[in-house]
């Protein structure tokens, strides 16, 4: 079995910079925060660090608006800051990747601010420009109001609901925007604007970075023509269908010209030795598939799949979840098991905050086939904090205010992005340690007394220290990071099975998924018991008794 990449058996920890650690003392966490706490993070376990973005913005949507691609937004530091970030990650033997924001800038980039300040400048073309509809080519009307559905150039819709299509008087024009206003997408079809963007690629990676986590990157191409999207009665969007609405997002996402950029892109990176690509993309399994090749995966190197965020905690679902990704993500192609990130719901807030399936879960992504990535916060359990939209900082909760919250409770949305970007829960000190300043940039999470790492790192049972000692399994078993899985069959319900074998090794793990226990019959002889959830569990003469919520890790040995 030939070795894989390292991109392919790494596990990934993704840092929100702003709420990871103060360095200065000013309540906003920065990059010098971050370099005080990697010895956390390599201690931990977990190998690749994802940044989500640092880099110079008006910070409208957090750093995910980018006035300047190759330099440090100042309250996180400076370019010097990230070089030693860089140098520091690698002296421990940890790896990192940045966050880059290829499918817009900021509306406050000077590009953009160029671009639409007339038709003719030299970046006219470096956005989407379309006339409105109503008077194609009208010139020197400067009253037109802001897109209302009449003028704008078509019917397509921004992946926040609305026309994405807003108006410059400047240019009498629109220009689109795939997610929020001030967030204008570049125009790819402009060869210029390709070269700058990779040659920004370039940039960081002659500075040593190890990849990029790449956003909203199946959005980058729309229609050239610019056709309207058809009707569909989906109203609201899901991971697996994206569409919603009443619209069928055919051409504004996952169009052709996008998997060949993965594929331009991927060749970029080839330029400097192996790095991780890792897309956020949205669409059904063969739908994201695509991103990475059609046979060869030469592609993105990895793409997140984000329908297990709306996972049920049940052994069925975590099947069928399973089967699906091995049918379509099968050698040399590898996929990415995450449940929490900076726009969506925490984990634990999923799982009525029960620990004992926190453990569960994080036992089954840590042993499957893939990479897995948390979320910080995510090891030692931290929460949501409920926080109201009229107040929030994150742009989204604005857009919806008119919309009674019951609602999106209902549909199980967390639309106040901020509830899951609190302050990391360092220890029981002020402000959990984060930060001595008076004022944090978000509050504290109240329950940091209870959830922190230095009391769940005096606590050998704690979530944080059995995932240590899953991590550690993780990197002394080749099987765990490089094997292939087999399903194992006949196991009582609720329960889910399944060996991961190299040439050399095999392991097997068992997840009891019910609140009963379990005792049933392994059949292979010559296993032996190396992890369990709980002290409860034993493993005797083939016979496996397992805790309710409980998961046992066993090697073959010998074989
Ligand atoms: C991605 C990011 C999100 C951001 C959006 C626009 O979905 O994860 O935080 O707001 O793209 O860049
Ligand atoms: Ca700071």
């Known amino acids: 079995m030939p070795a894989l990449p390292w991109y392919h058996c790494t596990s990934i920890y993704q840092i929100y910079p702003r709420s990871f650690y103060d360095g200065n003392q000013d309540g906003i966490g920065d990059i010098q925060g971050i370099i005080q706490k990697l010895d956390y993070i390599k201690d931990l376990g977990l190998e690749t660090i994802w940044c989500s973005p640092f880099f110079a913005s008006p910070q409208a949507d ?44 900021s509306s406050e980039h000077p590009w953009f601010k160029e671009s639409r300040s007339s038709r003719n400048n030299p970046k006219a073309d470096w956005y989407l420009w379309k006339d409105p509809r109503s008077s194609p080519g009208r010139r020197g009307s400067r009253s037109t109001p802001e ?10 819709q921004s992946v926040t609901g609305g026309s994405g299509w807003h108006y410059a008087p400047e240019r009498d024009q629109f220009y689109w925007a795939s997610f929020l206003p001030f967030q204008p997408d570049l125009n790819y079809r402009n060869p210029v604007v390709k070269k700058t963007m990779f040659d920004i690629v370039r940039f960081w990676l002659a500075k040593g970075v190890d990849g990029f986590r790449l956003d909203i990157f199946n959005y980058i191409y729309k229609d050239a023509a610019f056709r309207n999207n058809p009707f569909t009665f989906d109203l609201i969007p899901t991971e697996a269908n994206p569409s919603g609405f009443f619209q069928k997002a055919q051409y504004t996402l996952n169009q052709p010209e996008n998997f060949d950029f993965a594929r331009e892109l991927r060749g970029v990176c080839a330029e400097f030795c192996e790095k991780l690509l890792l897309g ?16 060869k995966n030469d592609g993105l190197t990895q793409v997140f799949d984000f329908g297990m965020m709306d996972f049920k905690f ?64 995510e090891e030692i359990g931290m929460t949501n904090l409920r926080l109201p939209f009229a107040t929030a900082l994150d742009p989204i909760p604005h857009k919806f205010q008119s919309i009674p919250r019951f609602v999106f409770d209902m549909l199980g949305m967390t639309m106040n992005r901020d509830e899951v970007r609190t302050p990391m829960q360092w220890n029981g000190g002020k402000n959990a340690g984060f930060s ?30 059995t995932l240590r000692s899953i991590l550690k399994i993780r990197k002394e078993q080749a099987a765990l990071r490089e094997g292939n899985l087999i399903w194992m069959d006949n196991l009582p319900g609720g329960i889910l099975g399944y060996k991961r074998q190299t040439d050399k090794d095999e392991i097997t793990v068992v997840l009891n998924f ?18 369990q959830l709980s002290g409860e569990d034993s493993f005797n ?12 890790i066993l090697r073959m040995v010998n074989k």
């Open 62 to 105: 957090f750093g995910y608006d980018i006035s300047n691609y190759t330099d440090i937004s100042p309250e996180y530091g400076a370019l010097d800051d990230a070089l030693q970030l860089i140098a520091a990650v690698h002296q421990r033997g940890l790896k990192i990747v940045f966050d880059m924001v290829m499918n817009h800038t």
């Open 147 to 156: 897109a209302t559905g009449g003028q704008v150039p078509n019917n397509w």
């Open 280 to 295: 956020e993309v949205s669409g059904n399994h063969s739908v994201i598939r695509q991103f990475m090749g059609a046979e």
């Open 314 to 377: 049940s052994a069925s679902y975590f099947r069928d979840l399973i089967q699906d990704i091995e049918k379509h993500f099968p050698a040399p192609f590898m996929p990415v098991y995450v449940f929490s990130n900076h726009d969506r719901a925490r984990s634990i807030s999923r799982l009525d905050g029960d620990i004992r399936k926190a453990k569960l879960l994080h036992l089954l992504q840590l042993t499957l086939r893939g990479v897995p990535c948390m979320y910080y916060g």
């Open 436 to 465: 001595p300043a008076g004022k944090t940039w978000l509050p504290v999470h109240p329950n940091y007394k209870a959830v922190n790492v230095e009391k769940e790192s005096r606590d050998a049972n704690s979530l944080l220290n």
């Open 514 to 531: 019910t609140e009963k226990k379990s005792e049933f019959q392994l059949a292979e002889e010559g296993l032996q018991s190396l992890f």
């Open 541 to 552: 003469a083939g016979r496996l008794k397992l805790n309710g919520l409980s998961g046992m």
